[in-house]
Nanobody
Framework: QVQVVESGGGLAQPGGSLRLSCAAS????????MGWYRQAPGKQRELVAN???????RYVDSVKGRFTVSRDNAKNTAWLQMNSLEPEDTAVYYC???????????WGQGTQVTISA
């Protein structure tokens, strides 16, 4: 059974930092592109950052220079380091694992990130 679990969300002040974790089990983690998505109230879910099986990263423009995605295949875990947080970063953040050509896709349950003074 595949499980994808996010953790690390919470409340932070503007300018602060949070580190999200995504732990997966039941799959060969190294074979999956790992993506972080977020969905704010009233908005569509958007891709924030992803990291491929080979370690290539991609970021949405609004988080470039502030967020860093990384992974450790030996630990079946990925992270999203979020710095210089802004109120606009408030959303539920989801972890997604997608196999080659999108044949398989697994989602976590989401973790709430709230940025407020």
């Amino acid at each position: 059974q595949v499980q994808v679990v996010e953790s690390g969300g919470g409340l932070a002040q503007p300018g602060g930092s949070l580190r999200l974790s995504c732990a997966a089990s039941g799959i060969t983690f190294s074979l999956y592109t790992m993506g972080w998505y977020r969905q704010a109230p009233g908005k569509q879910r958007e891709l924030v950052a992803n990291i491929t099986q080979g370690g290539t990263t991609r970021y949405v423009d609004s988080v470039k220079g502030r967020f860093t995605v990384s992974r450790d295949n030996a630990k079946n875990t990925a992270w999203l380091q979020m710095n210089s947080l802004e109120p606009e970063d408030t959303a539920v953040y989801y972890c997604n694992l997608e196999s080659f050509a999108g044949i398989r896709s697994y989602w976590g349950q989401g973790t709430q990130v709230t940025i407020s003074a």
